[in-house]
Antibody
Framework: QVQLVESGGGLVKPGGSLRLSCAAS????????MSWIRQAPGKGLEWVSY????????FYADSVKGRFTISRDNAKNSLSLQMDSLGAEDRAVYYC??????????WGQGTLVIVSS | DIQMTQSPSSLSASVGDRVTITCRAS??????LHWYQQKPGKAPQLLIY???NLQSGVPSRFSGSGSGTDFTLTISSLQPEDFATYHC?????????FGQGTKVEIK
């Protein structure tokens, strides 16, 4: 069965960096786009970034462009999100999800990022 | 960016009620519209894809319809486990955008 397990969230100071990871299993990883989608407390969902199976196609939301970097290691079935210059507006639960060119059909449990001094 | 607007933002209903949630896109998105269910503290789960296709494992009381700019999610007979927040999402163009969510509460 499809499993997506995020890690790496936590408390970081404004201006700091954090790296999120997602371990995928139960499907052929290279066949799928993968995404990071976030949800600020009490707010709606925002599609942050996605990457194609080959890694050649990448998208970033304007709100994170130039600060976040998505990558994948197909040999390890893993997805990452490097987050730099974090601000209060980045506080959210970050979900790893399968898909990105269309719909997100499987989601991880989420990892919480808190930006606070 | 394509704006997605759901209505209502919340509703109260009883077990057994028929519930309808609407999602409107700011421009035509053909049938590139998907619905998710999210329970408190949990990740969203895909319910309906491409406007009217039921995701595997989702009960048949859920259905979706619409095309162009106006879409509907219907729950034919609300069950206790259906009390949750429902989100629509367009995949017609990037950025993929979501509606603000509709919270279905117990009356």
């Amino acid at each position: 069965q499809v499993q997506l397990v995020e890690s790496g969230g936590g408390l970081v100071k404004p201006g700091g960096s954090l790296r999120l990871s997602c371990a995928a299993s139960g499907f052929t990883f290279t066949d799928y786009y993968m995404s990071w989608i976030r949800q600020a407390p009490g707010k709606g969902l925002e599609w942050v970034s996605y990457i194609s199976g080959s890694g050649r196609t990448i998208f970033y939301a304007d709100s994170v462009k130039g600060r976040f970097t998505i990558s994948r290691d197909n040999a390890k079935n893993s997805l990452s999100l490097q987050m730099d210059s974090l601000g209060a507006e980045d506080r959210a639960v970050y979900y790893c999800a399968r898909g990105g060119d269309d719909r997100a059909d499987y989601w991880g449990q989420g990892t919480l990022v808190i930006v606070s001094s | 960016d394509i704006q997605m607007t759901q209505s209502p933002s919340s509703l109260s209903a009883s077990v057994g009620d028929r519930v309808t949630i609407t999602c409107r896109a700011s421009q035509t998105i053909s049938s590139y519209l998907h619905w998710y269910q999210q329970k408190p503290g949990k990740a969203p789960q895909l319910l309906i894809y491409t406007a009217s296709n039921l995701q595997s494992g989702v009960p048949s009381r859920f259905s979706g319809s619409g095309s162009g700019t106006d879409f509907t999610l219907t729950i034919s007979s609300l069950q206790p486990e259906d009390f949750a927040t429902y989100h629509c999402q367009q995949s017609y163009s990037s950025p993929k955008t979501f509606g603000q969510g509709t919270k279905v509460e117990i009356k």
